[in-house]
């Protein structure tokens, strides 16, 4: 039944192979736009990454609630540190599936055929890693504050999380893109990760205790300078590398 | 290839030398200091180790720049070669920083910026080598170990800058001095004769090890060669 | 052959660190030829196959595809460029038809809805368009991968082991589509182990061996049952 499928169409191959030829040049923004849409689609109907990301993230909180027995005077101190690190394990979940998925059924190949610029391939995967981050951190923020009281809904603390996020996938998506084409994938992204990330972290947990403790502006200052400087250093390193983690 | 260069013999033993001579220099002629005694002594070849530290991981993310621009396989194994370096001096650096915190500090580990570092540093490059051991594609592993000897190097004085943010208490010896910084000490102009001349020494050390490290490399191409012409 | 080749590959030498893997390989294509390249696994098929795609770079020599150089020209090549290789290139948790348009869009083709029904249609997956590729079955997502392949009309068609995996049933409706796209005049380069179905397809076959093109022969020049002895005389002779 399938055969004559193919046999009926055969008048229509005229028509289909004599479209011209497309523009001469695949457009930076649109091979963006489609990788992102592309992601966001997949994770739309599967929603495998996202709630793992989300279970995990808030098992991590439940399980620092008994580490460190979060009372309240603990968890104003405490709540910026155990939000960061709460994030960058989840994360990991996050950035090793989503390289992995163009790994599988060899679709990074199939990018890599497309006459697209590669950074629309490395922007593309780390806008998508952002927007999965920034979900999770969305849903999680309100949680923490509800769970333990602390107010998280601060214009500062959204700016330091954004920063931190964006550095986060900037190094994540380009460590895990080397980590997936490794034998030992699933164990190598942390890390290779974590020691990079050592100053993002630093700077964003001292950034994001200093406003929830109210700390004045001018000691916070030094701490936001540090995370867009990382931000800036390492989208523009990752930028220029990317190719040879990817091309042969 | 087969026997050792000429050159290389007369570095090894100007290496030897230049050791014996510095060590001597160390403990006979570079004067006791007044406070912190003997084990002040132990400065000289920790600094020392620390910038031959250093000089490998700096040496490692230039030469992965000109492996990524150029392509040839020479580049890697020097990259190879001095991450593993770097990272044994780096190592010799925490431990005898370890040995002389022990009686001025009054312990054996503080979370001061510069040992932080140093111990991260170690960490990136230990992630280094096991990326390179879980990837077959020889050029693969070097194109990736030459990205992550670069992302590594750059993270290093970010990270060094945020753990200063944090209060330190590590003596600024080469510079500025922070007030409250304990164990600092001012060098005299003998001390700072021997400080140099270990540093120099140390410098040759890399040199001469390199230099080694890298004709080993070579060598194992050679077998890894051999062994496709006669077995394939 | 007056006409100028359109892929056109001189000494060309790929290594693997420090094993050759290509030694110095010949190898030229009129456009419209079908070319099956035969061989025995680890002969270099795959490997000479992803450096025509432009997805590895040559160590030495010269690769030319409709005059643009390779690695050179690799954004003008890849326009004119469609490749299956035994991977689908395709993404689970799409649907069919998402993933042409998802790939439709990075190619920048125009009229992208009337064109990936079209090849929907070509490949005869038009009734299962809205369903996810990763509920189909291996046949169905390598038709789709060829749909994925000739979304963007390319010149030139490069095939790597198309028949890997499949049963008779999706064997042949794979070859009825090879047939349609190499009978609008492409140009079809498919490396395969399988000489039967090579000797069904192809125009002119060519024998890689040890990183080398050891013989070429004419569809023409003989029957399917002397291109058995044909290969192995190129094999033995290497």
């Known amino acids: 039944m399938e055969t004559q499928k193919i046999e009926k169409p ?57 580490a460190l027995e979060l009372d309240a005077q603990t968890r104003y101190n405490v709540a910026a540190g155990v939000l960061w690190v709460t994030f960058a394990f989840a994360g990991t979940l996050g950035l090793n599936r989503s390289m992995a998925m163009e790994k599988d059924r060899g679709c990074l190949d199939g990018l890599l055929l497309a006459p697209v610029d590669r950074s629309a391939i490395y922007f593309g995967k780390m806008f998508g890693n952002l ?11 309100p949680v923490y504050s509800l769970l333990y009281n602390v107010n998280l809904f601060q214009p500062g603390l959204i700016v330091v999380t954004l920063l931190g996020s964006m550095g986060y996938v900037a190094v994540g998506t380009l460590l895990a893109s080397m980590a997936v084409q490794t034998r030992t994938r699933d164990i190598l992204l942390p890390i290779l990760l974590f020691p990079v990330m050592i100053p993002l972290f630093i700077a964003a947990v001292k950034a994001s205790g200093g406003f929830l403790q109210g700390i004045p502006m001018d000691e916070i200052w030094p701490w936001l300078n540090l995370l867009l400087v990382y931000d800036v250093v390492f989208i523009a390193v990752a930028f220029m590398v990317f190719d040879y983690i990817v091309e042969e | ?63 992965g720049g000109i492996y990524l621009a150029r392509g040839e396989r020479k580049w890697d194994i020097v990259g190879l070669a001095s991450v593993e370096i770097g990272m044994a001096f780096a190592f010799i650096n925490v431990v005898t920083g370890s040995i002389w915190a022990r009686p001025i500090w009054n312990t054996w580990w503080t979370w001061d910026p510069r040992l932080t570092t140093a111990t991260i540093m170690l960490l990136i490059y230990a992630a280094y080598l096991m990326l390179r051991s879980g990837i077959e594609d020889p050029d693969r592993r070097a194109r990736f170990g030459a990205v992550y000897a670069i992302v590594g190097f750059i993270s290093v004085p970010l990270t060094f800058f945020s753990a200063r943010l944090f209060r330190t208490i590590h003596p600024v010896v080469i510079g500025t001095n922070q007030p409250g910084a304990e164990g600092a000490f001012d060098m005299t102009a003998d001390m700072r004769l021997v400080f140099f001349f270990s540093l120099f020494t140390f410098s040759v050390i890399f040199v001469d090890l390199l230099w080694h490290r890298i004709r080993l490399g070579q060598l194992q191409d050679q077998v890894e060669q051999l062994k496709l012409k006669f077995n394939v | 052959m007056e006409k100028p080749p359109i892929i056109q590959v001189k000494r060309l030498v790929k290594r693997f660190g420090l094993k050759t893997v290509l030694h110095g390989l010949d190898f030229e294509v009129q456009p419209g030829e079908f070319v099956a390249l035969l061989g025995p696994n680890g002969a270099g098929k795959t490997t000479f196959l992803r450096i025509l795609a432009s997805l590895s770079r040559p160590a030495m020599g010269e690769v030319r595809i409709v005059n643009y150089r390779l690695p050179q020209q690799a954004a003008a090549v890849r326009r004119i460029l469609g490749v299956v290789s035994h991977l689908p290139l395709l993404y689970g948790d799409l649907t069919a038809e998402e993933n042409l348009h998802f790939y439709g869009r990075i190619y920048g083709i125009p009229r992208l809805e009337r064109r990936v029904q079209e090849v929907l249609e070509l490949v005869g997956l038009t009734a299962r368009r809205r369903d ?90 003989m029957t399917s049952d002397q291109l058995l002895g044909f290969y192995r005389q190129a094999l033995q002779g290497s």
């Open chain 1, 10 to 66: 055969a008048p229509m191959i005229e028509t289909v192979l004599s479209i011209e030829s497309p523009p001469a040049r695949a457009g930076f923004l649109r091979a963006l736009g489609a990788i992102i849409w592309k992601d966001l689609a997949a994770e739309l109907r599967s929603r495998e990454l996202l709630s793992a990301m989300l279970v995990f993230a808030l098992l991590v909180i439940l399980i620092f609630n008994f």
């Open chain 2, 1 to 63: 290839m087969a026997s050792k260069p000429v050159a290389l013999k007369i570095l090894d033993i100007i290496t030897i030398l230049l050791l014996l001579v510095a060590t001597g220099l160390v403990f006979f002629f570079a004067p006791l200091e007044r406070v912190m005694g003997l084990v002040q002594k132990v400065f000289y070849f920790h600094v020392a180790a620390g910038w031959v530290g250093m000089l490998g991981f700096l040496v490692a993310a230039m030469v």
């Open chain 1, 131 to 141: 927007i999965f981050m920034l979900l999770v951190e969305v849903i999680v923020l």
């Open chain 3, 132 to 221: 996810l590729v990763r509920t189909f079955s291996r046949g169905m997502q390598q038709r789709l991968a060829i749909g994925r392949a000739v979304l963007h009309d390319p010149e030139v068609m490069l095939f790597d082991e198309p028949h890997t995996g499949l049963d008779q049933d999706a064997c042949q409706m794979l070859d009825n589509v090879l047939r349609e796209v190499a009978a609008r005049g492409r140009t079809v380069v498919m490396t395969s182990h399988d000489l039967a179905r090579a000797a069904d397809l192809a125009s002119r076959f060519d024998v890689l061996s040890r990183g080398r093109i050891v013989a070429s022969a004419a569809r023409s020049e």
